[in-house]
């Protein structure tokens, strides 16, 4: 079975610093997909990105970036030039690869940006 | 983007009585749908896997009899909840992938219903 940590229930930012969130998994699955989520106040999950296990390239968007340590088992979010609106839940998930497989949550992280 | 559409966003029902949760995928076609579970200030909990025509697959612990899950054609799963107590009171999500996104990689989730009874 598959299992995500996150080990930090609760983080804070200042609004433009940057932020790192920490995951780590546990699988003996050789392809896999990663996934950050975002959770606002209105519960509705939104992605944030997404990390293919067979690319060594960490994934990139806008101003969240992965790094994806596949030997480890590590895949970390970093949120750069923070904003309010990154306020939110995040929960890393892991999938493997195929259609019909489920998605597997860790336990979140609650940040909090101030300004 | 693809959108899955779950209805209703709240109920409050009796104790007791049953309830039904709506998932729909609004513009492409779901052969599997999942449910999940999250309780305040938790993660979301696979319940089950919604299979278009045939059973759905619980996870373990999970009433199957309680949590009854239909996903009768290829846009729809529904998910009752039967004979609901307080305990069942919870917010619960589906989702579903899109094949013509990312091979299929992609998960779409609902809004979410949240479910009080009292």
């Known amino acids: 079975a598959q299992t995500v940590t996150q080990s930090q229930p609760e983080m804070s930012v200042q609004e433009a610093e940057t932020v790192t969130l920490s995951c780590t998994y546990d699988?003996?699955?050789?392809?896999?997909?990663l996934f950050w989520y975002k959770q606002p106040p209105s519960r509705q999950m939104i992605l944030v990105i997404r990390q293919e296990a067979y690319k060594q390239q960490n994934a990139t968007e806008n101003r969240f970036s992965v790094n994806f340590q596949k030997a480890a088992k590590s895949f970390s979010l970093k949120i750069s030039d923070s904003q309010l609106g990154d306020t939110a839940m995040y929960f890393c998930a892991f999938m493997k690869r195929n259609n019909n497989n489920d998605m597997r949550f860790g336990a979140g992280t609650r940040l909090t940006v101030k300004p | 983007g693809a959108v899955v559409s779950q209805h209703p966003s709240r109920v409050i029902c009796k104790s007791g009585t049953s309830v039904k949760i709506e998932c729909r995928s609004l513009d492409f076609q779901a052969t599997t749908m999942f449910w999940y579970r999250q309780f305040p200030k938790q993660s979301l909990m696979l319940m089950a896997t919604?299979?278009?025509?045939?059973?759905?697959?619980?996870e373990q612990g999970v009433e199957k009899d309680k949590f009854l899950i239909n996903h009768a054609s290829l846009t729809l799963s529904t998910l009752t909840v039967t004979s609901a107590h307080p305990e069942d009171s919870s917010f619960y999500i589906c989702s579903a992938r899109d094949p013509r996104s990312r091979g299929g990689t992609e998960a779409f989730f609902g809004q979410g219903t949240r479910l009080t009874v009292v």
């Open positions: 699988t003996s699955e050789n392809n896999y997909y």
């Open positions: 919604s299979n278009e025509g045939s059973k759905a697959t619980y």
